[in-house]
């Protein structure tokens, strides 16, 4: 695997691999690479001969107070799992190469990016879309990679790629969980024992509310109670438990059948978010 730090020698390589006409395929990530990620090298093996992975800890996407100092960086022990899922390509520029300059120009995706997360996170996604078109103009990829865990960050990503009409196709991959339930993420490791065994309590109340939704409940407000609820009895502080359209995460309107139920809940010092999509009759 190639382990590249420089926007300039990225574009050599890039360039020399594209006189041989090959699809290239990123993959972005913040490194603390989990199963999940790993899963996403393989949707984007493939998908092109070339697979790039980034690893950026992107300071901009998070807010006051929130963890960037903290966030694990585990590049020596990323590198080697990468290496072992055939990956061509680590490109891992330092903040001085990703950002020389404080950025006067973001891409905003707003009313998507301003609901959920976006709520408790302000600023969070168009840092995170900013970022990202600023790797898919470095690496000018085919197609790129996306986990189904962060999903309204995959949908901000997929309004932006289709309002700027940017010629990259986003693929997104299914959560990847543990046997217990508990979505696969580089802040699980934020967990003390306890609170693990606490923290399958997330997925458990998505199960429950799709599995109401499928028996036919159409009082949400009550259900997005009900589970906020059980899930401060577990321990959890929520910040929201909401049924959303998964056309554009708006509140369902009746006769809105393709649904996805979205939380972000904090179990001691670790943010928890998961999703669960659900088909109703
Ligand atoms: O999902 C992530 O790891 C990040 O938000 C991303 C997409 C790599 C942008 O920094």
Same mark, same amino acid.
């Given at each position: 695997m190639i382990i590249i730090d420089s926007v300039a020698s990225l574009r050599k390589q890039l360039g =020399?691999?594209?006189?041989?006409?090959?699809? #290239?395929?990123?993959? +972005? &990530?913040?490194?603390? /690479?989990? *199963? @999940?990620? $790993?899963?996403?090298? =393989? *949707? !984007?093996?493939?998908? @092109?001969e070339r697979v790039v992975a980034s690893i950026?800890?992107? +300071? &901009?996407?998070f807010c006051e107070g929130e963890d960037f100092l903290g966030y694990p960086r585990t590049l020596e022990k990323d590198t080697s799992q990468l290496c072992s899922r055939g990956v061509d390509l680590l490109f891992a520029p330092s903040r001085s190469e990703l950002h020389p300059q404080s950025l006067l120009t973001t891409v905003m995706v707003p &009313? /998507?990016?301003?609901?959920l997360c976006g709520e408790y996170r302000p600023g969070h996604f168009s840092a995170v879309a900013t970022v990202v078109l600023k790797l898919f103009n470095m690496v000018q990829p085919e197609l790129s990679v996306f986990g189904e865990k962060d999903f309204q960050q995959l949908m901000v990503i997929r309004k932006m790629v289709a309002d700027l009409n940017l010629p990259v196709q986003i693929r997104s991959v299914a959560t990847v969980r543990e046997p217990?339930? /508990? !979505?696969?993420s580089s802040r699980n490791c934020y967990l003390t024992e306890s609170e693990r065994c606490c923290a399958p309590g997330l997925y458990r109340a998505l199960c429950h509310a799709v599995d109401s939704l499928s028996k036919g409940c159409? =009082?949400?407000? !009550? $259900?997005?109670?009900?589970?906020k609820k059980d899930l401060r009895a577990m321990g959890f502080r929520p910040e929201y438990f909401s049924v959303r359209r998964r056309s554009d995460l708006e509140p369902p309107h009746a006769g809105d059948t393709e649904l996805v139920v979205l939380a972000a809940a904090w179990l001691g010092s670790a943010r928890l978010i998961d999703n669960k999509?659900?088909? #109703? !009759?």
């Open positions: =020399d691999w594209r006189m041989d006409s090959v699809r #290239i395929v990123l993959v +972005p &990530t913040m490194g603390n /690479l989990h *199963e @999940g990620h $790993l899963k996403l090298m =393989d *949707e !984007a093996r493939l998908h @092109g950026f800890v992107n +300071p &901009t996407q &009313t /998507l990016s301003d609901l217990d339930g /508990l !979505a696969l159409s =009082d949400f407000g !009550a $259900l997005e109670n009900q589970q999509a659900v088909s #109703i !009759a």
